[in-house]
T-cell receptor, first 112, second 113 residues
Framework: LAKTTQPISMDSYEGQEVNITCSHNNIATNDYITWYQQFPSQGPRFIIQGYKTKVTNEVASLFIPADRKSSTLSLPRVSLSDTAVYYCLVGDASSGANNLFFGTGTRLTVIP | DAGVIQSPRHEVTEMGQEVTLRCKPISGHDYLFWYRQTMMRGLELLIYFNNNVPIDDSGMPEDRFSAKMPNASFSTLKIQPSEPRDSAVYFC???????????FGPGTRLLVL
Protein backbone atom coordinates (compact mmCIF):
# COMPACT_ATOMS: atom_id res chain seq x y z
CA LEU A 1 0.00 0.00 0.00
CA ALA A 2 1.53 3.27 -1.13
CA LYS A 3 1.99 5.75 1.67
CA THR A 4 2.37 8.81 -0.54
CA THR A 5 0.64 10.36 -3.56
CA GLN A 6 2.13 13.07 -5.78
CA PRO A 7 1.39 14.50 -9.24
CA ILE A 8 2.93 12.63 -12.13
CA SER A 9 4.32 15.69 -13.86
CA MET A 10 4.60 19.48 -13.72
CA ASP A 11 5.87 22.15 -16.07
CA SER A 12 7.25 25.53 -15.07
CA TYR A 13 8.96 28.45 -16.73
CA GLU A 14 12.47 29.36 -15.77
CA GLY A 15 12.64 31.80 -12.87
CA GLN A 16 9.28 30.78 -11.39
CA GLU A 17 8.69 29.26 -7.97
CA VAL A 18 7.57 25.64 -8.12
CA ASN A 19 5.53 23.90 -5.45
CA ILE A 20 5.12 20.13 -5.48
CA THR A 21 2.63 18.69 -3.01
CA CYS A 22 2.69 15.18 -1.61
CA SER A 23 -0.24 13.56 0.21
CA HIS A 24 0.46 11.16 3.07
CA ASN A 25 -2.79 10.70 4.96
CA ASN A 26 -1.53 7.75 7.00
CA ILE A 27 1.66 9.31 8.29
CA ALA A 28 2.71 7.93 11.67
CA THR A 29 3.66 10.02 14.68
CA ASN A 30 7.36 9.21 14.36
CA ASP A 31 7.60 9.57 10.58
CA TYR A 32 9.80 12.21 9.00
CA ILE A 33 9.16 13.48 5.47
CA THR A 34 12.04 13.32 3.01
CA TRP A 35 12.32 14.59 -0.55
CA TYR A 36 14.74 13.30 -3.16
CA GLN A 37 15.73 14.58 -6.60
CA GLN A 38 16.79 12.40 -9.50
CA PHE A 39 18.47 13.49 -12.71
CA PRO A 40 18.60 11.23 -15.77
CA SER A 41 21.19 8.46 -15.52
CA GLN A 42 21.84 9.17 -11.84
CA GLY A 43 20.61 7.83 -8.54
CA PRO A 44 18.23 9.89 -6.41
CA ARG A 45 19.84 12.38 -4.06
CA PHE A 46 18.59 13.93 -0.84
CA ILE A 47 17.09 17.42 -1.03
CA ILE A 48 15.39 18.18 2.27
CA GLN A 49 13.79 16.56 5.28
CA GLY A 50 11.32 17.77 7.87
CA TYR A 51 8.94 16.75 10.63
CA LYS A 52 6.59 19.72 11.03
CA THR A 53 6.09 23.40 10.15
CA LYS A 54 8.77 24.69 7.80
CA VAL A 55 12.29 23.69 6.91
CA THR A 56 14.57 25.64 4.60
CA ASN A 57 18.00 24.93 3.21
CA GLU A 58 20.10 26.35 0.40
CA VAL A 59 18.18 24.38 -2.21
CA ALA A 60 14.53 24.27 -1.19
CA SER A 61 11.88 24.78 1.45
CA LEU A 62 9.53 22.20 2.88
CA PHE A 63 6.15 23.21 4.25
CA ILE A 64 4.27 20.81 6.51
CA PRO A 65 0.81 21.72 7.89
CA ALA A 66 -0.16 21.00 11.47
CA ASP A 67 -1.98 17.75 10.63
CA ARG A 68 1.08 16.53 8.67
CA LYS A 69 -1.13 14.76 6.14
CA SER A 70 0.60 16.51 3.28
CA SER A 71 3.79 18.38 2.55
CA THR A 72 4.90 20.83 -0.11
CA LEU A 73 8.34 21.07 -1.61
CA SER A 74 9.06 24.59 -2.78
CA LEU A 75 11.82 25.34 -5.29
CA PRO A 76 12.48 29.07 -5.61
CA ARG A 77 13.26 30.56 -9.02
CA VAL A 78 13.81 27.31 -10.87
CA SER A 79 16.36 27.01 -13.63
CA LEU A 80 16.69 24.55 -16.49
CA SER A 81 19.00 22.44 -14.33
CA ASP A 82 16.13 21.76 -11.90
CA THR A 83 14.45 19.58 -14.52
CA ALA A 84 14.33 16.24 -12.74
CA VAL A 85 12.07 13.75 -11.00
CA TYR A 86 11.17 14.54 -7.40
CA TYR A 87 10.20 11.88 -4.87
CA CYS A 88 8.47 12.23 -1.51
CA LEU A 89 9.12 9.60 1.17
CA VAL A 90 7.54 9.21 4.59
CA GLY A 91 9.22 7.21 7.34
CA ASP A 92 12.37 5.12 7.13
CA ALA A 93 13.66 1.58 6.92
CA SER A 94 13.44 1.00 10.66
CA SER A 95 9.65 1.01 10.39
CA GLY A 96 9.43 -1.36 7.46
CA ALA A 97 9.85 -1.62 3.72
CA ASN A 98 6.38 -0.17 3.11
CA ASN A 99 7.84 3.22 4.02
CA LEU A 100 10.42 3.01 1.24
CA PHE A 101 7.98 3.67 -1.58
CA PHE A 102 9.50 5.92 -4.22
CA GLY A 103 7.10 5.07 -7.03
CA THR A 104 7.26 7.21 -10.16
CA GLY A 105 7.64 10.58 -8.44
CA THR A 106 6.84 13.96 -10.01
CA ARG A 107 8.60 14.79 -13.24
CA LEU A 108 9.34 18.52 -13.28
CA THR A 109 10.16 20.11 -16.62
CA VAL A 110 11.52 23.65 -16.58
CA ILE A 111 10.85 25.55 -19.79
CA PRO A 112 13.10 28.41 -20.97
CA ASP B 1 34.30 9.04 1.25
CA ALA B 2 33.78 7.90 -2.34
CA GLY B 3 30.08 7.34 -1.84
CA VAL B 4 28.21 4.18 -2.76
CA ILE B 5 30.06 2.24 -5.43
CA GLN B 6 28.34 -0.06 -7.89
CA SER B 7 29.74 -2.32 -10.57
CA PRO B 8 29.43 -2.85 -13.38
CA ARG B 9 27.88 0.39 -14.61
CA HIS B 10 26.50 -1.32 -17.69
CA GLU B 11 25.76 -4.96 -18.38
CA VAL B 12 24.47 -6.55 -21.55
CA THR B 13 23.73 -10.24 -21.45
CA GLU B 14 21.66 -12.87 -23.16
CA MET B 15 18.54 -14.43 -21.79
CA GLY B 16 19.31 -17.37 -19.53
CA GLN B 17 22.67 -16.09 -18.38
CA GLU B 18 23.54 -15.37 -14.76
CA VAL B 19 24.00 -11.73 -13.83
CA THR B 20 25.75 -10.48 -10.69
CA LEU B 21 25.56 -6.87 -9.61
CA ARG B 22 27.87 -5.55 -6.92
CA CYS B 23 27.66 -2.79 -4.34
CA LYS B 24 29.98 -1.24 -1.80
CA PRO B 25 28.08 0.92 0.70
CA ILE B 26 29.41 4.00 2.47
CA SER B 27 31.62 2.96 5.35
CA GLY B 28 29.79 2.99 8.67
CA HIS B 29 26.31 2.77 7.19
CA ASP B 30 24.19 0.04 8.74
CA TYR B 31 21.46 -0.19 6.10
CA LEU B 32 21.86 -1.31 2.50
CA PHE B 33 19.09 -1.23 -0.08
CA TRP B 34 18.65 -2.66 -3.57
CA TYR B 35 16.22 -0.94 -5.92
CA ARG B 36 15.09 -1.52 -9.49
CA GLN B 37 13.93 1.31 -11.74
CA THR B 38 11.88 1.03 -14.92
CA MET B 39 9.82 3.55 -16.82
CA MET B 40 6.60 1.69 -16.12
CA ARG B 41 7.00 0.99 -12.40
CA GLY B 42 9.34 3.70 -11.24
CA LEU B 43 11.77 3.02 -8.43
CA GLU B 44 10.94 -0.18 -6.54
CA LEU B 45 12.59 -1.54 -3.42
CA LEU B 46 13.74 -5.14 -3.89
CA ILE B 47 15.41 -5.96 -0.58
CA TYR B 48 17.22 -4.27 2.27
CA PHE B 49 19.74 -5.30 4.88
CA ASN B 50 20.45 -4.07 8.39
CA ASN B 51 23.89 -4.94 9.76
CA ASN B 52 24.35 -7.46 6.94
CA VAL B 53 21.11 -9.28 7.73
CA PRO B 54 18.27 -9.29 5.17
CA ILE B 55 15.28 -7.60 6.78
CA ASP B 56 12.66 -7.48 4.06
CA ASP B 57 12.85 -9.17 0.67
CA SER B 58 9.17 -8.88 -0.19
CA GLY B 59 10.06 -6.77 -3.21
CA MET B 60 12.17 -9.46 -4.86
CA PRO B 61 10.14 -10.36 -7.95
CA GLU B 62 10.76 -14.12 -7.94
CA ASP B 63 13.15 -16.87 -7.00
CA ARG B 64 15.45 -16.00 -9.87
CA PHE B 65 16.58 -13.03 -7.79
CA SER B 66 18.82 -13.40 -4.76
CA ALA B 67 20.88 -10.98 -2.68
CA LYS B 68 23.67 -11.44 -0.19
CA MET B 69 25.69 -9.25 2.11
CA PRO B 70 28.65 -11.29 3.37
CA ASN B 71 30.18 -8.34 5.20
CA ALA B 72 29.55 -4.69 5.99
CA SER B 73 31.34 -3.44 2.88
CA PHE B 74 29.96 -5.64 0.12
CA SER B 75 26.66 -6.85 -1.29
CA THR B 76 25.59 -8.69 -4.42
CA LEU B 77 22.34 -8.98 -6.30
CA LYS B 78 22.17 -12.02 -8.54
CA ILE B 79 19.70 -12.92 -11.26
CA GLN B 80 19.77 -16.51 -12.47
CA PRO B 81 18.56 -17.11 -15.11
CA SER B 82 18.07 -13.64 -16.49
CA GLU B 83 15.11 -12.71 -18.70
CA PRO B 84 14.47 -9.73 -21.01
CA ARG B 85 11.90 -8.32 -18.55
CA ASP B 86 14.70 -7.94 -15.99
CA SER B 87 16.15 -5.12 -18.10
CA ALA B 88 16.24 -2.06 -15.86
CA VAL B 89 18.53 0.17 -13.86
CA TYR B 90 19.47 -1.36 -10.52
CA PHE B 91 20.44 1.00 -7.71
CA CYS B 92 22.14 0.29 -4.44
CA UNK B 93 21.78 2.74 -1.54
CA UNK B 94 22.99 2.90 2.05
CA UNK B 95 22.06 4.85 5.15
CA UNK B 96 22.95 5.28 8.80
CA UNK B 97 20.85 3.40 11.28
CA UNK B 98 18.95 6.33 12.69
CA UNK B 99 18.74 8.52 9.62
CA UNK B 100 16.18 8.43 6.86
CA UNK B 101 18.53 9.83 4.26
CA UNK B 102 19.67 7.25 1.75
CA UNK B 103 22.75 7.71 -0.39
CA PHE B 104 22.43 6.14 -3.80
CA GLY B 105 25.06 4.71 -6.07
CA PRO B 106 25.25 5.54 -9.78
CA GLY B 107 23.28 2.43 -10.73
CA THR B 108 23.86 -0.53 -13.03
CA ARG B 109 22.04 -0.42 -16.35
CA LEU B 110 21.14 -4.00 -17.25
CA LEU B 111 19.99 -5.09 -20.68
CA VAL B 112 18.96 -8.70 -21.19
CA LEU B 113 18.62 -9.66 -24.85
Amino acid sequence: LAKTTQPISMDSYEGQEVNITCSHNNIATNDYITWYQQFPSQGPRFIIQGYKTKVTNEVASLFIPADRKSSTLSLPRVSLSDTAVYYCLVGDASSGANNLFFGTGTRLTVIP
Amino acid sequence: DAGVIQSPRHEVTEMGQEVTLRCKPISGHDYLFWYRQTMMRGLELLIYFNNNVPIDDSGMPEDRFSAKMPNASFSTLKIQPSEPRDSAVYFCASSLVQQETQYFGPGTRLLVL
